[in-house]
């Protein structure tokens, strides 16, 4: 009872801190004509929380009225839980999935001007489209699951970083034989994809495989991944970025699956009738939500 207590002050304490977010954005929104309906969207996201215990599970249960809007804190914050409880279930369902060999790959293209994110993201997505065709990938990587982000430059927030998060499941020879892929050879492929004349920002980590941390480690690192790759971005409280990011990033989506994951994903279900990558926008409203002991703290 003082564990469940805990995480519900815990969870409390957290879903005000993201209303007073979302408030914040909202009031921005509000004030012009053309955001005015998104901002009363945003403004009234939970408002109203009930919380309930699972007599049958370690579980905390949330329950209210939410907006989806991509802006919204809470619905972000929702969006990680989600995603980190979806990977929880395939490595319950797929118990195999803990020996498999993973790579935490990031990435980038040069900053872009916040009215241009959209042509950005775009061309992102069709290099990414370009990577997985390229031979290496086909031959050596199982499955994959892809996160988009969007910061702001810290020195200009008229300008935004979009960029990838991805998990990858490879062959072993590809985290530590003979194909491994250097930082080097990353950016130059990821170069070529993109179509551009610079070397852009790669980032590729191996997440260490089962023989040197355990299963369980190995389970608790991807986690760890999607958790990280999904945060909630706030971002600067400025009417221009915010409803420049509300209006170029509409309708795209932030989270694919590739390949055994997105098979593994599909046969295991989640007891809703929608694929993983709709979810980000096709929350139920009322939709009772459940949010693992093992997510929190956050
Ligand atoms: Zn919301």
Redesign the pocket.
Known sequence: MLIHQHYEMELIQKQNELKSS?RAIADELVVHSTTKYEGL??HD??DRLTYDKDPFSSRIITKGS????RL?????W?RSCKYTAIFHKLFDNYPTLNGQHWIYLTLTQQNCHVTELRAALERMSIGFQRLRRQAFWVQNVLGAVRFTEVTHQASDIAYAHPHYHCLLMVRPSMSQGNNYVSIEAWQELWQRCLGVGYIPDVHATCIRPPQKLGYAAVRENVINTVRYSTKPVVGPISYDWLAAISRETRSLRKVELYGELRNLRLQAGTGRNIQLGDIADDIVLDEIFHIDEGDLPY
């Open positions: 979302a969207r945003i996201c939970a939410f907006c989806r809007h919204c804190p809470i619905c972000q929702r």
